[in-house]
């Protein structure tokens, strides 16, 4: 079992930047993939950014890659979320994701709300 603790988060104002983390615990949590995913309200779940397990692969959904950066720290099992030129559009709960390989989730955080407003 994986057990992924989220911190960060919280509300700001546009154009603001903002740094979720989340570290992996648990037998099996080395070497997974490691992103996340949001849900703003009244919409489904959209990816974000991940990284995969070996190292050689980073992804960003569409509406994030020119603003957000995600990065690993590997020895530790930890991924950070870098947003930065955040919008209301922004607004979400964050999940922090990990699973085999990118596009395959088995772990799943609690959430982190994330809340651009001026």
């Known amino acids: 079992q994986v057990h992924l603790a989220e911190s960060g988060g919280g509300l700001v104002h546009p154009g603001d930047s903002l740094r979720l983390s989340c570290a992996a615990s648990g037998r099996a949590s080395s070497g997974l993939a490691m992103g996340w995913y949001r849900q703003a309200p009244g919409k489904g779940r959209e990816f974000v950014a991940a990284t995969s397990g070996n190292g050689n692969g980073i992804f960003y959904g569409e509406s994030v890659k020119d603003r957000f950066t995600i990065s690993r720290d590997y020895a530790k099992d930890t991924v950070h979320l870098q947003m930065d030129s955040l919008g209301p559009e922004d607004t979400a709960v964050y999940y922090c994701?990990?699973?085999?390989?990118?596009?395959?989730?088995?772990?799943w955080g609690q959430g982190r709300q994330v809340t651009v407003s001026s």
């Open positions: 994701v990990a699973g085999p390989v990118p596009g395959t989730y088995n772990y």
